[in-house]
Each structure stands twice: as structure tokens, then as C-alpha cells.
């Protein structure tokens, strides 16, 4: 006699991915905080040219070293003070937002998308490329950043392009890592051998699967590199082989303040500051978006 | 003789997100030296609770309760977690479910074995390690003195197993606790831990708590029985008697869902409890089962005595239950 | 065990040799080295000359295996700025920066494996919440800012500290806090989620049951595990503190071979440069090579057979 499949007596409703997931980045408060300080940066960077107050490349030797605001020499025509050349801080430092957004996300970029492509192939064809891709993943950490990039730029002279060329094509190791080990994952899967099998076409298979499922991942990776980009781009500028003066960025702002930091200590901290709230936001966003996507089974 | 351990009206509550759990309501009961006493029901209903709470490893969000609490004739309620802590392991010891994971992979058996003589009995080096060999050797692991060097991933299973019990009865313990300690093992070896369970408390007199939901194993290893359903103790028994004539509608629909070699008649229905166990969170009132018993009525939802014949107590408002269930 | 350490070593090697070749052609590929050496406003004659006398004329090639060959010999030629063998003038300020190395991840250990512990026994505390925020800061704040603080709090206001040179060990306590400082946190997040998840572990709630104290059941039956990942980490780490010592010894005027390494750079000593990329490097590998090793050794489980 055949077994009547009796319903289930509960029916388990819950609330559909995409309304869970909305739940719980609205309640991550490390990530929304993040997410909010980022976009006051880029709006900063984005409307530069209408809210800066003054030309951050205009000189003006009558009016050097102005303490900001909150001191007792401090004035409303520069709230931020001025450096040693008279230049309006605050316009600087609206500038230097830019700087530092746009390394970030170039690097990130090119280095994503080197990365991504070496994981992809090591991950999908396996065996020869494999081998070959971890070799160049091990050869790449076996070189210290900062002395490469120093050593490049010294040769081919300083510049916003050079620094992003450079960190851009040296940062793609941690991507390569997690494509390769997600995509290893994907293609083991049994319905992609047998969708090959049937003569499926697997590398659109296997893009179409990798993709959706290490995209959080990639996008905490990205946003350690985006952070390490911008903080090594200050340190190069800071050693004056990075980007060049008269640029506002604040890792040569720093550099520039150096020699008057003992007196005018605002010169170095209001561009340190800025860099520390930036990376600071990029790491609240990327933890938070590591925390959101994992896997529910942790509720 | 007063009992080794004495439990009356322990309670145990967790505090979860959705409220309080009643994970263990009031239940009593007593183990005597030298005796084992099967705790019996289904996952969820309260038996592990009880052993964490006698051995003072409940998580934090718990809290425990007790009208009366007494091991070795000390009260157990009331003392420090210090006190507490200088009985685990020494008069009283607990073997888990899986064995797999209960070792420390970094350190081996022998130092695992070793440190516990040495933490509760200040033993020597030495000393504890012939201990350990003695013990080692009582569980059927031989030879004992290449096993004190290895690891625990060089083990399998079943010797694991016997390593935990042994680790257990380092410091001579009175009452060993077992939860589930056959469970994650494969059926060969779940006799042979059995046996190995019933020798030892044959040999050295030691009481055993073995919580379980098989009730297989407590044919084969039981004196008395308890059978816990949603945090209460239902029926509290021999084990000759349990089996001889349940009153629980409980226990008898548990009796009837397993073949019972020798008794369940050839080509008969096995029978099923139909429903699910209750929630525990917020208010219990009144009989947990009523909802899934055939004979539930409307004084069932209020509080519901415990009976008692001789030595076996039930808690049920019927006198006693009709022998055939309703279809 | 060996046979495992073996093959390592074989593959270290191998990376080493790419590495080293790399070094070598990045710096000839990254410009004309000839000019690079001349200067600004050089003639074309002396450029040339540059050219001659240093080889640079020859093929790619033989230049490398011209300079493997001394570099085997432990003839890394002559410095261009300082006037003096490369190879003595490295060793010479290469132990102020392994020194600074140790020193800071000592510092940094110290720091994060005690408070990783305590915001694991204590989760949600006020404890946990103060080591987040320390960790937080930590990795975002860019480290030659630090220095610059600390340079004028413990150096300029408090007079403390000297503010640079490295004639004692009190130069090595500013550099040592930065870059301890720098790498600290990521060691204290491993810590502190190592030891939340080993202290939720079976083992560990078997030791509890075993009434073994407080203490033995943190120290030696959780932390045993939960640092498994650290001497791994302790090794990259090590090597990222050998790079970055470059920005910290050249603030604090340091001398070691990351000062050395700015120097050479911005001076375009050519090959100062490339033996110290190549030193580096080859750190960096063998520091790789004893974290595979340890991992195995410390984890009973990873030597198979």
C-alpha cells in the first residue's frame, strides 16, 4: 500500500532575502554610520568647486598661517586657517577628498579587475593556469609594496597617475585569492558537471553562479584595498614620492606642514583627521556589509 | 540511607530574545549510591538542562532554581562556583554526546587524563600517570602506556569515548553523569560502551544520571527510570515496572512508536504521538501533554497531581488510563 | 614532517629567484637608468659614459646574470650616493631595523593578545567595546600621522623621548609604539574571535566540567588553540613591518635599512636600491616559509602521517 503524503502541519512563512536583507542593513549601525560619513565625503569631493570657499591653489602671503576657527586668531574668512602659503585649508582639504576618492576607487578598480580576471581562470580551468596564477599570487606577496612603489616612482617621477598605475597593479593579490577559491567552489558543484556534461555552456554557468555569491566578499576585499590604497598614496606623498605639490593631497599636506607642526599643530592634524574619519568610514562599510551578507544560518 | 543526590522542585529559565524559557519546571528526584538512574525523553524536553544545572555548567542567560538541592549529603544549591568547580571532575564527573569534539586536539590523552588527578587530588606527576593507565586499562584501552602520548585525532570514536569515561572516573568520582554518551557512536559500539557503562558501576560502584532518548538503552542499563516531557518529569519508575505496565499516556505512546524485541507482537502497527511539543516560552499552564493526548479533558488545564503506586509516581489527572488508545 | 617542509623550502626558493629577477628588470624597465643616473641637465655624451661604465649598454640578459652571479659572491657592487660597497653598508644598518621589527611585534603581541582575551571572556563589555575602538582606530588612522603625535606629546610637550636619531634605546621607543601600533589590530581581532569561538567549543566545556580553574581553561586549554593563526599571522605581519619601517625610520631618522632604502631611493642609488628590494624579498619569502612550517607543527592535525 502506498504512503499518502500527509502536508506538512506547519507551514513555515518567513520574510522573503531581499526584505531580510533590507533588515538587517537598517539595523547595522556600524554600516549605516559608515555609509553616511562616505557620502558626506563624496558630496564633499563632488560639489568641490561650489562649496570651497577659496581657490585651494591661490597663494596669498599677507595671509599665512591663520589659525582656524576655534583658536583666538582665528577668522570666518578661513575657518580652517591657512598653511604657510597662504592657502585656504578648508578649500584644500575639499580638494584632497577628491585625491583620496579617486585613488581609492581607480586602484581599486584596476586592481579588482586584475585580480578577478587571474582568480577567475586559476579557479575555472585549475591544473597548468592554477599553478601558474598561485606562483605570480606567492611571487607578488613576496615583494613589499611600499619599497616597489617608492623605487617606480622615484624612476618615473611623481604623479597622481603614476601612484594609481602603480598601487593598482600591485594590490590585485587579495581579489585574486577569494575569485579563485570562490569559483573553485562553484565549479564542484554537481550541476555544473552535469549541465557540461549536456553541453552546457559552462563558462557561463560557472560566471553567472561565481559572480552573485562572492560579491559581498569582493566587496569587503575592496574596501581593505580602497583603504590601503589611500592610506599608502599619503604615506608615498608624504615622503614626496607620491603625488606632487601643489596638490592638495593630505598626505602632502601633512609632509608640507611638517617643519610647522611644533607651532601650528592644526596644519597636520586637520588633514590627518580627514584621512582617519575617510578610511575609517570604508572599514565601517566594509565590515558592515561582511556582517549583513553572511550566511543566515547565523541569524 | 539518604539518597547520594537529592533534587526537589529544580527549575531552570532562559532568557531568550523571545522571551523566558521554562526549560526544566520543577521536577524532583533522587539517584542512590550505586544505582542508575535513566533520565528519558525526546530532544528539547529539558534532560540536558537538568544535567548542566546539577553540574553548574549553565550558560549564562540561565538561571537555576531549587527547593532542595543535596549531593553527598552537602547542599549543592547554595555554594560558591568555586565549591562547585572543586566538585566537577572530582565527585561528580559528565560525559557528553560527542566524543569527536570533547578532547583537546592540541594536548594528548595522557595530559588531558593527567591534569584533572592533578588539579583535584594534588597529586603528583607520577602518581597521576599510573592513575591514568589504571583507568585507561579498566576501559578496555590497552596498550595504555603508547596511548597516553597520542593525540585525540589518532583516536577513533569509540575509543574516544572510553577515554572520556575514563577521564571522567580519574578522581573516583560518586556520580557520573552521561548525556547521550552512545548517541553520536556507531551501533557496535554503542553496546560495547553500554557494557562497558554496566561494568564499571559494577566495579566501582558508581552512580550513573545517563540521560537518553532511546529507550533501548535503557532497557539494557536502567534500575530506575524518569521520563521527562517538556521540562517536567512524567513518570518516575523501576525499570522492570515502566516497562511492565506504563501509566503516562506518554510514555505508553513512546512504548508503542518502538519494536520492543519480544514483546511488540509480529506484523502490529507501530504508533505515532501525533502533534508537536509545546512552546515552554511565557506561561505553562496545567498538563503539557494534553494537547497530543487522547484523553485529555478540561481539568487537565489546571494543575495536575502526581500520582503514586508504590514506587511508581505518575503525573496525570486520570486514575488511571483505559489500556486501548483511541484510533 | 620533513618531507612537508622540504617541498616548501624547494618552492621558496624558486619565488626567491623570480623575485630577484623581477627587482632587477623592474628598475632597468621603469626608466632609462643611464638618465635616471646623470641628472637633470645631463649631456648626451655623459650619458652615455654613465652607460659604458656601468654595463648598461649590454642585453637585459647578461646584465642579470652578470649581477646573480656577484650577488652570489656577496659583491652587490658600489653604492652611487654613500661611495661605499652595498653589501657592507646594508649589513651594517640592517640590524637597527630587525631590531625595530622585533621589538614592535612584541609590543604589538603584548598589547593585543591580552586585551583579545579579555573582550572575548567579556563580550558586549565595556572591555570588548574599548578594544573595538582601539582596533577601529588603529586601523584607520595612517601610521606616520601617529608618529607625528606622538612625536609632539611624548617628545616636544612631555620631554620624554628624544625626537629622532637612534644612538640609544630610548630612539626605539617611539618607532617601536607606531608600528606596534599599526599592526596591532588585526592581531587583536584574530584573537579576540579565536577565542569566542574555542571558548564555545566542546573541548572547553569539557575542561569546565573537569572543574579545572578558570585560568587553566582560558590560558592553556583555549588559548592553545586560538592561537594556532597567530604565529602564521605573526610571520606576514613581520614582513609588513619590514616595509613599513621605511616611512617610520625615515620620520624619526632611524638608521636602519628602511632609511637607507629612502635614501637610496630618492638619490637613485641604483644599487643600494635593488640589493635591499632583493633582501626584502627574499625576507619576505623565507618569513612565508617558517609560517607554513609552524602552522603545521602547532596544529597536530595539518602533519599528516
Known sequence: ?299 | MAPLLSVSGLTVDLATPRGTLHAVRDISFDINAGETLCLVGESGCGKSMTALALMGLLPNSATRRARHLAFEGGDLANVTPRKLASLRGNRMAMIFQEPMTALNPAYTIGDQLIEVHRRHKGSTYAAARERAIELLEKVGITPAGERLGQFPHQLSGGLRQRVMIAMALMCGPTLLIADEPTTALDVTIQAQTLRLLIDIQRDLGVAILLITHDLGVVARVAQRVAVMYAGEIVESATAASLFRKPRHPYTRGLMASIPIPGRTPPGERLGSIPGIVPSLIGEVRGCAFRDRCAFAFAPCAETVPWRADNEHGWRCTLPEVPAEAAA | MLAFATKRFGLALLVAVTVSALAFLLLRASGDVAIALAGEGARAEDIENIRRIYGLDRPLLVQYFDWLWKMAHGDFGQSLYFKTEVWPLVMEKLPTTMLLAVFSLTFALAVSIPLGILAAVYPNSWIDRLCLALAVVGQAMPNFFFALILIMVLAVSLHWLPVSGSESWAHFVMPTITLGYYIAPVFMRLVRAGMIEVLASDYVRTARAKGLSQTSIILKHALRNALVPIVALSAVQLGLLLGGSVVIETIFALDGAGFLAYQSITHKDLPVTQALLTLLSILYVGLILIADIANAWLDPRIRVG
Open chain 1, 1 to 299: 500500500m502506498t504512503e499518502s503524503y500527509a502536508p506538512p502541519l506547519l507551514e513555515v512563512v518567513g520574510p522573503t532575502s531581499g526584505a531580510l536583507l533590507r533588515r538587517r542593513i537598517f539595523t547595522h549601525k556600524g554600516l549605516l554610520i559608515g555609509l553616511t560619513l562616505l557620502a558626506i565625503v563624496l558630496l564633499l569631493a563632488l560639489l568641490a568647486p561650489l562649496i570651497a570657499p577659496h581657490d585651494p591653489y591661490a597663494q596669498d602671503l599677507t595671509q599665512r598661517m591663520i589659525p582656524p576657527l576655534w583658536y583666538e586668531k582665528g577668522t570666518w574668512a578661513h575657518v580652517l586657517g591657512t598653511d604657510n602659503l597662504g592657502r585656504d585649508y578648508l578649500s584644500r582639504v575639499i580638494y584632497g577628498a577628491r585625491i583620496s576618492l579617486l585613488i581609492g576607487f581607480a586602484v581599486m578598480m584596476i586592481s579588482g579587475l586584475i585580480g578577478a580576471a587571474l582568480g577567475l581562470a586559476a579557479g575555472y580551468f585549475g591544473g597548468r593556469t592554477d599553478m601558474v596564477v598561485t606562483f605570480f599570487i606567492t611571487i607578488r606577496l613576496a615583494m613589499p609594496v611600499i619599497l616597489v612603489a617608492l623605487a617606480v616612482v622615484a624612476m618615473v617621477g611623481g604623479s597622481l597617475w603614476v601612484v594609481v598605475l602603480v598601487l593598482g597593479l600591485l594590490k590585485w593579490d587579495r581579489f585574486a585569492v577569494v575569485m579563485r577559491a570562490a569559483t573553485q567552489q562553484v565549479r564542484s558543484l554537481d550541476y555544473v558537471t552535469a549541465a557540461a556534461a549536456t553541453g552546457a555552456s559552462t563558462p557561463r554557468i560557472i560566471v553567472g553562479e561565481v559572480l552573485p555569491n562572492v560579491l559581498p566578499q569582493l566587496i569587503v576585499v575592496a574596501s581593505v584595498e580602497a583603504a590601503s590604497a589611500i592610506l599608502l598614496e599619503a604615506a608615498l606623498s608624504f615622503l614626496g614620492l607620491g603625488v606632487q605639490p601643489p596638490l592638495p593631497s593630505w598626505g602632502l599636506m601633512i609632509a608640507e606642514a611638517k617643519a610647522y607642526m611644533f607651532f601650528s599643530f592644526w596644519l597636520i592634524a586637520i588633514p590627518g583627521t580627514a584621512l582617519a574619519l575617510l578610511v575609517l568610514a570604508i572599514n565601517m562599510v566594509g565590515d558592515g556589509i561582511r556582517d549583513v551578507s553572511a550566511p543566515s544560518g547565523r541569524g
